[in-house]
């Protein structure tokens, strides 16, 4: 099984029978839980491996392989190593932790690996979960829950079904463009490009080299898709009516419960103070 952030895995978990409404409020819930700042680091690491624990019942219960979500932290190497050097450099006005090594006048502290790990942490396990939620719901389901959670915004006359739709189909392309990316990369490779060898200008051409293909192959999917609509009767301007309309069972009624009363634990363990900033900026990358 092949999984891949954003690709729908028709399986008949107890997860994947949830309704799509929970299942986004879960995410939401979890990552919350994630952000909030915990007083020292060894409740911090203790709440994430908690969490973590959590989160891998989760991705077991899908029948996901964690070797294939695996492959999504493979970019957050480099994202590692660039925090690291910007906690070393940047100057601890609290450190906790003690002094690590020291360069002639500049103290490193231990603090700035602890930083590192924690948002590397958050990151690793805001995939897994955000994989949970794309892999074990249909996205017609997810579209419809979208829209069942921005309902309100009607009353502001806000286009609430071309937003649920522009975040559907925005989920939906990310494993298309991703297998896009690889069989461009390969097509380039067979004549004669090389992403990982050469000097700065080299990589640069061959990056050009990847990107272009890539933004004309994602064009031209979007007008067929945006032609397969019109052609299927879809105007955004128009009510529409639902095929199957989403059902609220007793165990999602527990799951929620469940995720409520988590998030109420963690609150109450910190006072409800959430790193707004790191989340928001985590969730924009």
């Not at 690709?7 to 029978?17: A, G, I």
């Not at 910007?86 to 603090?111: C, E, H, M, R, S």
């Not at 009353?155 to 522009?166: G, Y």
């Not at 095929?243 to 609220?248: A, D, P, S, T, V």
Request: contains cysteine; aromatic residues 12%.
């Amino acid at each position: 099984m092949n999984t891949v952030l954003g690709r729908y895995v028709p399986l008949n978990t107890w997860v994947h029978r949830l309704d799509a409404r929970v299942k986004i409020l879960m995410t939401i819930l979890l990552m919350v839980c994630l952000f909030m700042n915990y007083e020292t680091w060894s409740m911090s690491y203790l709440m994430m491996g908690l969490l973590g624990i959590l989160t891998f019942v989760l991705l077991y219960s899908c029948r996901m392989r964690f070797s294939q979500v695996l492959k999504s932290f493979r970019s957050l190497w480099f994202m590692m190593l660039f925090l690291l050097v910007i906690y070393i450099f940047v100057p601890y006005t609290n450190p906790t932790l003690g002094v690590a090594f020291q360069i002639k006048d500049w103290v490193v502290y231990w603090d700035a690996f602890a930083q590192t790990g924690k948002i590397l942490l958050r990151l690793m396990l805001m995939i897994m979960v955000t994989t949970i939620l794309t892999a074990s719901t249909k996205p017609l389901d997810l579209t419809y829950a979208l829209e069942w959670y921005l309902a309100p915004l009607k009353i502001l006359k806000a286009p609430v079904p071309e937003i649920s739709m522009t975040i559907s189909i925005a989920l939906r392309f990310i494993p298309t463009l991703l297998e896009d990316a690889n069989r461009v990369m390969k097509a380039q490779a067979s004549r004669g490009v090389d992403f990982a060898k050469g000097h700065l200008w080299q990589r640069i051409t061959g990056l050009t080299s990847l990107i272009i293909p890539l933004f004309v192959s994602s064009f031209m999917r979007s007008e067929e898709l945006a032609n397969a609509m019109e052609c299927r009767g879809y105007d955004p301007r128009l009510p529409r009516t639902k095929y199957r309309k989403l059902k609220f069972h007793l165990a999602d009624l527990f799951v929620a419960l469940f995720f409520i009363a988590l998030i109420v634990g963690c609150a109450l363990l910190v006072g409800f103070h959430v790193d707004l900033f790191a989340l928001i900026g985590v969730t924009a990358l």
